[in-house]
Antibody, heavy 124, light 108 residues
Framework: EVQLVESGGGLVQPGGSLRLSCAAS????????MSWVRQAPGKGLEWVSS????????YYADSLQGRFTISRDNSKNTVYLQMTSLRAEDTAVYLC?????????????????WGQGTLVTVSS | EIVLTQSPATLSLSPGERATLSCRAS??????LAWYQQKPGQAPRLLIF???NRATGIPARFSGSGSGTDFTLTISSLEPEDFAIYYC??????????FGQGTRLEIK
């Protein structure tokens, strides 16, 4: 059974940093692209970032303006999201999502498993 | 960026009724359109991919149709557990991946 467990969220002041983690199990982690999607309180889903299984390509939403970095450690079955220069509008539940299988490890951008999310609150 | 517009924003129906949810894209997405279901406090669940293919374990009462810019998710006979928020998502021209704003399906 696929399991995705996010951690690392919390309350942070504007301008601060936070690193989120998503621990994966139940599948061959290195063979799948992974993504982060966020959901502001009471709002819809917003794609944040994706990373290929081999880590050689990453993708970001333009709205992040270079403040976030996605990475992964295939030896630990974990994907990370380093967030810097946080703003109030970054307040959201951050969800980790497993991508559909692609034999070449490309990002398919079809999310077939999701974690429960970790809440990030940016406030003074 | 491709914008997805879902309608209606809220749909009020009774169990046993048929639900029809719409998703319109600002430009063609081919058939690269997916539907997700999200219940309060839960993670989204993939229902339909590539416009009309049910994901693993999804009941047959869920069906998707459409191509290009107009798509429909149909639930043939609503069960109590189907009342949730539904999102469409495109992946034809990314980044960015984009989602619709959601349709809330509520019990009448």
């Amino acid at each position: 059974e696929v399991q995705l467990v996010e951690s690392g969220g919390g309350l942070v002041q504007p301008g601060g940093s936070l690193r989120l983690s998503c621990a994966a199990s139940g599948f061959t982690f290195r063979s799948y692209a992974m993504s982060w999607v966020r959901q502001a309180p009471g709002k819809g889903l917003e794609w944040v970032s994706s990373i290929r299984g081999s880590s050689d390509k990453t993708y970001y939403a333009d709205s992040l303006q270079g403040r976030f970095t996605i990475s992964r450690d295939n030896s630990k079955n974990t994907v990370y999201l380093q967030m810097t220069s946080l703003r109030a509008e970054d307040t959201a539940v951050y969800l980790c999502a497993k991508d559909w299988y692609d034999s070449s490890g490309h990002v398919v951008a079809l999310f077939d498993s999701w974690g429960q999310g970790t809440l990030v609150t940016v406030s003074s | 960026e491709i914008v997805l517009t879902q309608s209606p924003a809220t749909l009020s129906l009774s169990p046993g009724e048929r639900a029809t949810l719409s998703c319109r894209a600002s430009q063609s997405v081919g058939n690269y359109l997916a539907w997700y279901q999200q219940k309060p406090g839960q993670a989204p669940r993939l229902l339909i991919f590539d416009a009309s293919n049910r994901a693993t374990g999804i009941p047959a009462r869920f069906s998707g149709s459409g191509s290009g810019t107009d798509f429909t998710l149909t639930i043939s006979s609503l069960e109590p557990e189907d009342f949730a928020i539904y999102y469409c998502q495109q992946r034809t021209n990314w980044p960015p991946v984009t989602f619709g704003q959601g349709t809330r399906l509520e019990i009448k």
